[in-house]
C-alpha cells in the first residue's frame, strides 16, 4: 500500500519498516533537500518608487524578505531613517528585533497580516514565555509607566500597536518613525528597569 501511495512525496516511505523516531529524522533530511532543489530563494524584485529589493542570504543577512512588496519596501524605508536597524536580527519580512544584551532583552518590531506596525518584548531566544514573564513581574509597575501599556500576554509581554503601512509610500515614514521611537523607549526603559 505504501509503495502505491499518490503522493509522490510519500513513495519513499515504503522503504522504512518502522515509523520510529530515527525514520522521522531521516525523512526529514530528505524532504528538505527536496524542497531545497525545487525552490530557490526570491530573485530580486523591482518595486516603483523604490528600485531593486535585493535577495537575503538566508544564513547571514538580517534584512530577510518575504510578504507583500510594499511591506519589504517599508523595511527599506525603516533601515535609510534608522540605518542601526540593518544590524538587528530578523525573522521573515514580518519581525525584526533588537537585542538589549545587558538586560537579556528583545525588542521586536514587526508587521501584521495586517500590516499595522506593533512592538513587544520577549526574552532571548530559547527563554520560555511564560519564565520571561515571571522574570519581568517585580518590574511591572515601573515598565508599564515607562512604556505606556500593560504587560499583556506572556508571548508578547508589553505589546503595543502603532500605525498602518500601505501601498502609499507616504505612509511608510509615519509608521517607521513610531517604531524608531518606540524602540529608543523600550530599550532605554528596559536597560534603565533592569540594569
Not at 537575503?56 to 525603516?78: E, L, M, P
Not at 500605525?163 to 517607521?176: G, K, L, R, V, Y
Request: proline share 5%; aromatic share 10%.
Amino acid at each position: 500500500m505504501k509503495a502505491n501511495t499518490a503522493l509522490a512525496l510519500d513513495r519513499e516511505n515504503h522503504q522504512f519498516d518502522h515509523w520510529d523516531e530515527e525514520a522521522i529524522q531521516q525523512r526529514g533530511v530528505s524532504l528538505f533537500e527536496t524542497a531545497r532543489l525545487i525552490w530557490s530563494a526570491p530573485q530580486p524584485a523591482e518595486i516603483p518608487g523604490v528600485g531593486v529589493v535585493t535577495t537575503a542570504n538566508w544564513s547571514t543577512d538580517t534584512d530577510v524578505i518575504c510578504g507583500t512588496d510594499h511591506v519589504r519596501a517599508f523595511w527599506q524605508r525603516y533601515i535609510e531613517l534608522d540605518p542601526a536597524t540593518k544590524a538587528d536580527g530578523a525573522v521573515g519580512g514580518a519581525v525584526r528585533w533588537r537585542a538589549v544584551p545587558d538586560v537579556r532583552i528583545v525588542i521586536s518590531r514587526f508587521v501584521n497580516r495586517g500590516e499595522r506596525t506593533g512592538i513587544f518584548i520577549r526574552g532571548p531566544r530559547g527563554r520560555d514565555y511564560e519564565e520571561e514573564a515571571q522574570r519581568l513581574e517585580p518590574f511591572g509597575q515601573k515598565l508599564e509607566a515607562l512604556l505606556g501599556v500593560h504587560a499583556g500576554s506572556a508571548r508578547y509581554l508589553y505589546l503595543k500597536d502603532g500605525p498602518m503601512i500601505t501601498e502609499n509610500p507616504s505612509s511608510w515614514d509615519q509608521a517607521a518613525e513610531w517604531l524608531i521611537a518606540e524602540t529608543d523607549r523600550y530599550v532605554n526603559a528596559v536597560t534603565k528597569i533592569l540594569s
